[in-house]
């Protein structure tokens, strides 16, 4: 199965090369640095208002499962934005581009493709503290998931809170979706994504834990 919202965008593959870069360095350096690990008992809503106050040095993974595990958590959030964003962002309408990914990121602060957008759009609007803000973040959110495991097997699946980190990680890995796979094992849900590399022509084969939106969307379904 393909899906269009992940087509090849040239203009992106700068990120995908910091993102691979900072996997094998050191973290990007934050804005401000935070004390220590993120606390446990600190909320999803108190990270998102220390990242907009340019505070980065802060726990990604636990950021992204506290967003799935609040009242805010909506998976598929902002899908529908995607195209939109990077139609305006590669037509040089950066104010364009940027209202949307605003407006994605209010109601979903872990939306990687926004802040990846407003990135691109702040630097072509000349911002560059808001653009590095975004790309730091965007770099954190990334790093996170390539952290959770090597996507090789299903015993090594990134772990995802929504479809759209999956496509998000391979629009800036340089790859393009071809088969999808539904698998269960126990009481967890996979995604098996097949994927084409065409830097060298080869086919590259990922696998994504997607048991919490799964569930979600049961959730919904049962209202």
């Given at each position: 199965m393909t899906d269009n919202r992940s087509s090849s965008l040239p203009r992106l593959l700068w990120l995908a090369i910091v993102v691979v870069v900072s996997m094998a360095s050191t973290p990007t350096q934050p804005h401000q640095q935070?004390?220590?690990n993120t606390?446990?008992?600190?909320?999803?809503?108190?990270?998102?208002?220390?990242?907009?106050?340019?505070?980065?040095?802060?726990?990604?993974?636990?950021?992204?499962?506290?967003?799935a595990a609040s009242p805010e958590y909506a998976p598929e959030e902002g899908s529908d934005k995607i195209r939109p964003m990077y139609t305006a962002l590669n037509a040089k309408n950066y104010k364009g581009a940027l209202k949307t990914a605003n407006a994605v990121l209010e109601q979903q602060y872990v939306n990687i493709?926004?802040?990846v957008v407003a990135s691109l759009a702040y630097a072509g609007l000349h911002d560059q503290a808001a653009s590095k803000l975004h790309h730091d973040i965007a770099i954190g959110l990334v790093r996170s998931i390539l952290n959770s495991g090597s996507g090789t097997t299903v015993a090594t699946?990134?772990?995802?809170?929504s479809v759209e980190e999956e496509y998000a990680l391979m629009r800036l890995m340089?790859?393009?979706p071809g088969r999808q796979s539904y698998l269960h094992e126990g009481k967890r849900s996979y995604d098996k994504m097949e994927m084409f590399n065409p830097k060298d022509n080869s086919t590259v084969t990922w696998y994504f834990d997607v048991t919490l939106s799964e569930q979600q969307m049961e959730k919904a379904f049962d209202r």
């Open positions: 935070a004390a220590g606390p446990a008992s600190q909320s999803y809503d108190e990270m998102v208002r220390q990242l907009k106050a340019g505070v980065v040095s802060l726990d990604f993974t636990q950021l992204r499962m506290k967003y493709d926004a802040h699946a990134y772990k995802v809170i340089g790859l393009r």
